[in-house]
Nanobody, 126 residues
Framework: VQLQASGGGSVQPGGSLRLTCAAS????????VAWFRQAPGKEREFVAA??????YYADSVRGRFTISRDNAKNTVYLQMNSLKPEDTAVYYC??????????????????????WGQGTQVTVSS
């Protein structure tokens, strides 16, 4: 299984970016998919998840970020709007096992995810 994240970059506060995560060897439609992020010196934290047709967000990004999935392309997106300097981090896509959706109450826990992408840097700065 390989997850390939892309789309990171540098933007000014208030700007937008769309991250993409493409999978090989795993069907995103059969499992839970999520985005996490890790800022320098901090723990990796939950950002958003797509599970059983529902979406879940961290309080810090709700209303600004949107996670979506394209089954035909086996790709997951994270649309990030109204970006803030505190959104600066390396963003990782993660997925559960094939045919192994994660219990909804646990989608925020990184140790529930079996598969991880390599990360893409997002920098928000003026």
């Amino acid at each position: 299984v390989q997850l390939q994240a892309s789309g990171g970059g540098s933007v000014q506060p208030g700007g937008s970016l769309r991250l993409t995560c493409a999978a090989s060897g795993l069907s995103f439609s059969s499992t839970t998919v999520a985005w996490f992020r890790q800022a320098p010196g901090k723990e990796r934290e939950f950002v958003a998840a797509y599970n059983w047709g529902s979406t879940y967000y961290a309080d810090s990004v709700r209303g600004r970020f949107t996670i979506s999935r394209d089954n035909a392309k086996n790709t997951v997106y994270l649309q990030m709007n109204s970006l803030k300097p505190e959104d600066t981090a390396v963003y990782y896509c993660a997925a559960g096992s094939q045919n192994g959706r994660i219990i909804t109450s646990q989608v925020r826990y990184k140790d529930r995810y079996r598969n991880w992408g390599q990360g893409t840097q997002v920098t928000v700065s003026s």
